[in-house]
């Protein structure tokens, strides 16, 4: 659990330079002329090397000092050990998805995403298969348990990379044409332009990660059977996170492509119908996962007898099925509206006023002063968002968050 934070907040980096890339080129694609087209290939091209960078620096990070770092959210030298072999062995996984996430993103703006989407999906399934593979034992291998994991995320994406090449350049795409000469022409200003957006959203990204991971700190550090509760319950909500950042991502193509054709007088009415509908999916998808409680808590819990840990999990699951209503809304506003408007600074803003202003010192002061039982404060989060949607909804109607950015480049 702790090692998968670890790797989720890097990996949220990374998604974040991919997505504020994106969002520039989505501006250009919606211009719907020759310039607009090189300007996106230009955008990709930049967020590519501003990925690919980025990954190099955490590539040495995890594969020198995973113990320093997994030092942070545990004290047990048992989990420090294995989470610092699964993060050393996934180190290398961090270049193909830096390659990945940003041809996904120029994709994206081209209104193309079902290339990646395909490509992913075969992914998907390998690493499901390398992994039952490689943690138990099956067709001769030895059962490698946390590093077994490791390497079947490692084997599904290169193999996932490689397809993605393959498959574009067998198409003859344009997002596959990068060469020398691309890289003598960029201009510094373009660089810097797609680099402040770019960075801008992959700190939001990472604020907003290294808040979770410092709130289940706090509320975990100090009783076991509580980080059990919290480390089963965020793949299940990383899951359905994913679905709702996947409609914020679309969003902010639509309302890009409208920014960057200028079209201002269509916004309203687009925004409005993207909030409704992520709000109704993210109602949905609480419902769901409400009424898949028992048979998706059974995966993780199997002894007749349900353990302290069981029941803490239990009560806060519910929690956490309510708060995607609000996390929709939220998600929706910032990364699909307003980043996407070229509001980047206010998003980030919001986010660390929300989480480190609001929601860690409320929790450490209710939790570690006052004694209130952690359970309760898993609630902040619901408060929290509330306030990220209303300050986003303020901003929205002041008219201030559209920017076109791609007329710059």
């Not at 501003?50 to 004290?75: D, N, Y």
């Not at 180190?91 to 992913?120: D, V």
């Not at 909030?275 to 769901?288: D, E, L, M, Q, R």
Request: proline letters at 3%; aromatic letters at 10%; hydrophobic letters at 55%.
């Amino acid at each position: 659990g702790l090692a998968a934070k670890a790797q989720m907040i890097i990996t949220f980096f990374i998604i974040g330079l991919s997505i504020g890339g994106g969002q520039i080129a989505a501006q250009c694609f919606g211009m719907k002329s020759e310039d607009g087209q090189r300007k996106l290939h230009t955008t990709v091209f930049i967020t590519l090397l501003l990925s690919v960078s980025t990954a190099l620096l955490f590539f040495i990070i995890l594969f020198f000092f995973p113990s320093q770092l997994m030092s942070l959210g545990s004290q047990s030298a048992d989990i420090i050990g294995k989470g610092s072999d699964y993060l050393q062995t996934i180190a290398i996984s961090l270049f193909c998805f830096a390659y990945a996430s940003s041809i996904a993103s120029g994709l994206r703006a081209m209104h193309q995403p079902g290339i990646a989407t395909k490509i992913s999906l075969i992914g998907v399934a390998l690493n499901l298969v390398f992994n039952w593979i490689l943690i138990f034992g099956h067709f001769g291998f030895p059962a490698m348990g946390i590093k077994g994991a490791a390497l079947g995320t490692v084997f599904s994406a290169v193999i996932e990379c490689v397809a993605l090449y393959l498959y574009l350049r067998a198409k003859t795409h344009p997002l596959t044409h990068f060469r020398l000469h691309h890289f003598n022409a960029l201009r510094r200003q373009d660089v810097i332009l797609v680099a402040r957006l770019s960075a801008t959203a992959a700190l939001n990204s990472v604020v907003w990660a290294a808040g979770l991971f410092a709130f289940h700190a706090i509320l975990g550090y100090s009783d076991p059977n509580l980080l059990v509760a919290l480390s089963v319950l965020a793949p299940l909500e990383a899951l359905a996170m994913s679905l709702l950042i996947g409609l914020a991502t679309a969003g902010s193509i639509i309302v890009g492509n409208l920014v960057g054709a200028n079209e201002h007088e269509k916004l309203p009415l687009a925004v409005r119908r993207h909030v409704i509908f992520s709000g109704v999916i993210g109602i949905v998808t609480a419902v769901i996962l409400s009424l898949l409680e028992a048979p998706l808590l059974s995966l993780f819990f199997h002894s007749d007898l349900p353990s302290e840990a069981e029941y803490l999990t239990s009560s806060l699951f519910d929690i956490m099925a309510a708060s995607l209503v609000i996390k929709s809304i939220s998600m929706m506003l910032i990364v699909g509206v307003l980043r996407a408007g070229g509001d980047a600074n206010f998003c980030l803003v919001t986010d660390v006023l929300a989480q480190w202003v609001f929601l860690l010192p409320c929790a450490f002061w209710l939790t570690h002063v006052l004694g209130f039982p952690p359970v309760y404060l898993f609630g902040l989060i619901i408060v929290e968002e509330t306030l990220k949607a209303l300050v986003c909804y303020w901003r929205l109607n002041s008219g201030k968050w559209v920017k076109n950015l791609a007329s710059s480049l």
